[in-house]
Nanobody, 125 residues
Framework: EVQLVESGGGLVQAGGSLRLSCAAS????????IAWFRQAPGKGREGVSC????????YYADSVKGRFTISSDNAKNTVYLQMNNLKPEDTAVYYC??????????????????WGQGTQVTVST
């Protein structure tokens, strides 16, 4: 059974930093994409960043470029999202998601087969 377990969310002041972790287990695919999505109250799900397992390439939404960094520790099957210079508009539930086997690199939520339970990030002014 595929499991994605997020951790690292919390409350932080604007300008602060948080690091989210996603521990993935229960699958043996070598070709996959892990992404972070977020959903703010009253809004739809937004793709934030993703990383491709095969070549390590990374992608970011324009709203977080230069502030967020995605990385992975393949030995631990863990993906991280380092979030710096956080803004109140970053407040959302953040989800770790998996597309395996990988179809395309995309920020379309419907392309992702597996979702974690989410972790709350709240940025105060």
């Amino acid at each position: 059974e595929v499991q994605l377990v997020e951790s690292g969310g919390g409350l932080v002041q604007a300008g602060g930093s948080l690091r989210l972790s996603c521990a993935a287990s229960g699958f043996t695919f070598d070709d996959y994409v892990i992404a972070w999505f977020r959903q703010a109250p009253g809004k739809g799900r937004e793709g934030v960043s993703c990383i491709v397992r095969s070549d390590g390439s990374t992608y970011y939404a324009d709203s977080v470029k230069g502030r967020f960094t995605i990385s992975s520790d393949n030995a631990k099957n863990t993906v991280y999202l380092q979030m710096n210079n956080l803004k109140p508009e970053d407040t959302a539930v953040y989800y770790c998601v998996l597309d395996a086997p990988m179809d395309v690199v995309t920020f379309r939520a419907s392309e992702y087969d597996y979702w974690g339970q989410g972790t709350q990030v709240t940025v105060s002014t």
